[in-house]
Antibody, heavy 120, light 109 residues
Framework: QLHLQESGPGLLKSSETLSLTCTVS??????????WGWVRQFPGGGLEWIGS???????YYNPSLKSRVTMSVDTSKNRLSLRVNSVTAADTAVYYC????????????WGQGTRVTVSS | SSVLTQPPSVSVAPGETARITCGGN??????VHWYQQKAGQAPVLVMF???DRPSGIPERFSGSSSGNTATLIITRVEAGDEADYYC????????????FGTGTKVTVL
């Protein structure tokens, strides 16, 4: 069974770069079965899709975040990474790693999430 | 970008039926997915492509879509159904993106 585990710094300051990883177990990140994605949830509860990446490296980013976001996969460690540049307090959220079989399909699997707080 | 509007809250007595709506222009053209999120937990997919139910989700959960509105229906509501529910659509137009609804808190009275 697929298991996703996010990890990150927890707390960072405005203007810094957020780096998160999602370690995948139960299947290979090189599997053609999945797109690997990131979704975040703000303190008020709203959900926002950040982006998705295919094992080949093809990426799809939320247009509103595209200029600050980079996603990548590390096949040797079976994990994916998310970088968000120039963070502000508005980036404070719980960040989830997800999977979906096609780019338009729903997110069938979710990690438990990692909380990120950006302080000024 | 597309907007998906949900009622902030729905209250329902145990054994009754809860209906959660998701409205937006994009709904008329795209399939809608639904997630349930219980307090302190990650979202869980409960309905996809309007009316398909993932394995393990009770038959009490069903979905429909007509025009600009999709609906998640929970019959014979139980206390364990109390959660936040979110709809989601893939907007593959000019700037492709997943869009989430505003979320609905379902309270079981």
């Amino acid at each position: 069974q697929l298991h996703l585990q996010e990890s990150g710094p927890g707390l960072l300051k405005s203007s810094e770069t957020l780096s998160l990883t999602c370690t995948v177990s139960g299947d290979s990140i090189r599997s053609s079965t999945y797109f690997w994605g990131w979704v975040r949830q703000f303190p008020g509860g709203g959900l926002e899709w950040i982006g998705s990446i295919y094992y080949s490296g093809s990426t799809y980013y939320n247009p509103s975040l595209k200029s600050r976001v980079t996603m990548s996969v590390d096949t040797s460690k079976n994990r994916l990474s998310l970088r968000v540049n120039s963070v502000t307090a508005a980036d404070t959220a719980v960040y989830y790693c997800t999977t979906h079989p096609t780019i338009s399909a729903p997110c069938f699997s979710w990690g438990q999430g990692t909380r990120v707080t950006v302080s000024s | 970008s597309s907007v998906l509007t949900q009622p902030p809250s729905v209250s329902v007595a145990p054994g009754e039926t809860a209906r959660i709506t998701c409205g937006g222009n994009i709904v008329a053209a795209k399939s809608v997915h639904w997630y349930q999120q219980k307090a302190g937990q990650a979202p869980v997919l409960v309905m996809f492509y309007d009316d398909d139910r993932p394995s393990g989700i009770p038959e009490r959960f069903s979905g429909s879509s007509s025009g600009n509105t999709a609906t998640l229906i929970i019959t014979r509501v139980e206390a364990g159904d109390e959660a936040d529910y979110y709809c989601q659509v893939w907007d593959g137009r000019s700037d492709p993106s997943y869009v989430f609804g505003t979320g609905t808190k379902v309270t079981v009275l």
